[in-house]
C-alpha cells in the first residue's frame, strides 16, 4: 500500500526527539504538561531544581519539537506538541508490545519448568 | 516492563523474573525453550529456531503466521557470550526491505530470588533506525486503514 503523502520523519528530529526523551526530569516535565500547559515557575515546583535548570531542559524539549511556548512575555506557559511525540511512541509502543508479549510467555515458561 | 530510549539510537528494555540467572540463560538460548516465548503477537508459530552459542557461531529464527502463511526471518551471529550473564549478538531481517543491522545485547542481573533481564537494541546507523520507525509507522497506518474499510 502506497501512501502518498505521508511525510516519513526526518534523521535529525528522530535523533533530537529521542535524545529529549532519554532524560527523566524531560518525561517528567512531559507527563506534567500532558494535563495542560504550565509556565516555567509551575514546572520547576514539583523537581528539586532551579529556574534555569528547568529552562535548559525546556529549550532542549522546545528544539525536538515537543513542546512550545506561548507569546505572552511573563509567563509563556509551555504546551506539548502532540505529533513528533507521537511518532516516536508509537515506534516505541511496537516494542513495548511485541517483548511485553514475549517476555510475558517467558515469565509463564519459566514458572511451568519450575515445577518440573 | 520498561522500555526506554538512553541514546538516540538504542531502545532499552528491562524487566524482572522469578527465577535465577542460569534459568533465564538457558530460556534465552536454547532451541526448544526459545520456541515455546519468543513468538511476537499471537497466531505465530516457531518453525525454524538454530542456536550456535559460540562466539562468531550464527542463530537463525523464522516465523510463520499459521493463519495467512507469512513468513518472516532474521539471521545474526553471535560476539560475546559470558555464561550466565551476557550475550551480544548482531542480527538482520530477511526481508531486504529493511536492510542493515542491529546489535542486541542480553543482560542478566540477579538479586536473590529475582533476575532482571536488561534487552538493549542498538542500531547500526541512524538511517536504519529512521527507516525501520518509518516502516512501523507505515504498517500501522495501513493496519488502521484496513480496519477502518473493515468497518465502513
Redesign the interface.
Known amino acids: ?1 502506497e ?1 502518498s503523502g ?1 511525510k ?4 535529525g528530529r ?2 533530537a526527539t ?2 529529549a ?2 532524560d527523566p526530569t524531560r518525561r517528567s516535565i512531559l507527563a506534567r504538561l500532558a494535563t495542560g500547559e504550565a509556565s516555567v515557575t509551575e514546572l520547576a515546583a514539583p523537581f528539586a531544581m532551579s529556574q534555569p535548570a528547568i529552562s535548559k531542559h525546556l529549550k532542549v524539549l522546545e528544539r525536538a519539537g515537543l513542546i512550545s511556548r506561548g507569546r505572552d512575555a511573563q509567563r509563556r506557559p509551555c504546551r506539548i506538541e502532540a505529533r513528533p511525540l507521537a ?2 511512541l ?3 509502543e ?10 510475558d ?7 511451568e ?2 515445577e518440573e | ?1 520498561t ?7 538504542e ?1 532499552l ?1 528491562t ?1 524482572v ?3 535465577s540467572q542460569q ?2 540463560f538457558a ?2 538460548t536454547t532451541p526448544a ?1 526459545i520456541r ?7 497466531g505465530w508459530t516457531m518453525p525454524v529456531c538454530e542456536v550456535d552459542l559460540r562466539v562468531g557461531g550464527s542463530l537463525r529464527y523464522l516465523w510463520r503466521n499459521e493463519e495467512d502463511g507469512r513468513e518472516f526471518g532474521l539471521h545474526g551471529t553471535f560476539r560475546e557470550i559470558v555464561v550466565p550473564e551476557r550475550i551480544v549478538h548482531v542480527e538482520s531481517f530477511d526481508d531486504a526491505s529493511m536492510p542493515g543491522n542491529t546489535i542486541v545485547t542480553t543482560t542478566l542481573h540477579a538479586h536473590g530470588d529475582t533476575t532482571t ?1 536488561m ?1 538493549s ?1 542498538v542500531y547500526e546507523s ?2 536504519i ?2 527507516m ?3 516502516s ?3 504498517d ?3 493496519a488502521s ?1 484496513d480496519r477502518l474499510e473493515a468497518n465502513l
Do not use: C, H, Q
Not at chain 1, 94 to 100: I, N
Not at chain 2, 3 to 9: H, Q
Not at chain 2, 36 to 42: A, H, T
Open positions: 500500500m501512501l505521508y516519513y520523519p526526518t534523521s528522530l535523533d529521542f535524545a526523551l532519554a511518532n516516536a508509537e515506534w516505541l511496537r516494542y513495548r508490545r511485541l517483548w511485553e508479549a514475549n517476555f510467555r517467558l515469565d509463564a515458561l519459566l514458572a519448568t519450575a | 516492563m522500555v526506554t530510549t538512553p541514546s538516540d539510537r531502545i528494555i524487566r523474573f522469578a527465577a534459568r533465564i530460556a534465552v525453550l515455546r516465548w519468543l513468538l511476537g503477537p499471537d533481564l534487552l537494541i541512524r538511517e533506525r529512521d525501520a520507525a518509518a512501523g509507522m507505515k500501522g497506518i495501513a486503514y
